[in-house]
Antibody
Framework: EVQLVESGGGLVQPGGSLKLSCAAS????????MHWVRQASGKGLEWVGR??????????AYAASVKGRFTISRDDSKNTAYLQMNSLKTEDTAVYYC?????WGQGTLVTVSS | DIVMTQTPLSSPVTLGQPASISCRSS???????????LSWLQQRPGQPPRLLIY???NRFSGVPDRFSGSGAGTDFTLKISRVEAEDVGVYYC?????????FGQGTKVEIK
């Protein structure tokens, strides 16, 4: 059974940092690209970024709204993808989902507020 | 960025009746590899999104056959042949042909 489990969300002040994790199981994580998508409360879906596999040089891509502030990485030995979020803004408040191999995690809530 | 436009935004449906959602992209979704990376997602209340259809018309694992996708180029449709109570939720079209991935605004399917 494929599982994606996000963790690391919470309350952070504007300008702060947070690192999310996405633990994967049930598929060949090392061969899969992993994406992060976010959803503000009551709103639609917004793609955040992705990281490709080692075979594709771990290439990353980001949405313009987060480029330069967010960094996606992965540890294939732990079957885990990460989203490092710096210089957080109130508009980054959302549920953050990881998705890979066509599956989606349950999400983790990030709240940026003073 | 490719803009995805869904219609309608709300679809009240009688149980057992069909439902249809349209999605139009601002440019062709045909990739240079020949594939069209148009997917449909379902988000039930309080749940994460779930993949229903990928590459226009391919049902994902475990998706009932009452769901079907069609279309080409810039115009796509999701059909539910007979709506069941468990189909209530918001449906999104999504393109993965070009970065950034972009999503439609979502169509809320509810029971009359």
């Amino acid at each position: 059974e494929v599982q994606l489990v996000e963790s690391g969300g919470g309350l952070v002040q504007p300008g702060g940092s947070l690192k999310l994790s996405c633990a994967a199981s049930g598929f060949t994580f090392s061969g899969s690209a992993m994406h992060w998508v976010r959803q503000a409360s009551g709103k639609g879906l917004e793609w955040v970024g992705r990281i490709r596999s080692k075979a594709n040089s771990y290439a990353t891509a980001y949405a313009a709204s987060v480029k330069g502030r967010f960094t996606i990485s992965r540890d294939d030995s732990k079957n885990t993808a990460y989203l490092q979020m710096n210089s957080l803004k109130t508009e980054d408040t959302a549920v953050y989902y990881c998705t890979g191999n066509y599956y989606w995690g349950q999400g983790t809530l990030v709240t940026v507020s003073s | 960025d490719i803009v995805m436009t869904q219609t309608p935004l709300s679809s009240p449906v009688t149980l057992g009746q069909p439902a249809s959602i349209s999605c139009r992209s601002s440019q062709s979704l045909v990739h240079s590899d020949g594939n069209t990376y148009l997917s449909w997602l379902q988000q039930r209340p309080g749940q994460p999104p779930r993949l229903l259809i990928y590459k226009i018309s391919n049902r994902f694992s475990g998706v009932p056959d009452r769901f079907s996708g069609s279309g080409a180029g810039t115009d796509f449709t999701l059909k539910i042949s007979r709506v069941e109570a468990e189909d209530v939720g918001v449906y999104y079209c999504m393109q993965a042909t070009q970065f950034p991935w972009t999503f439609g605004q979502g169509t809320k399917v509810e029971i009359k």
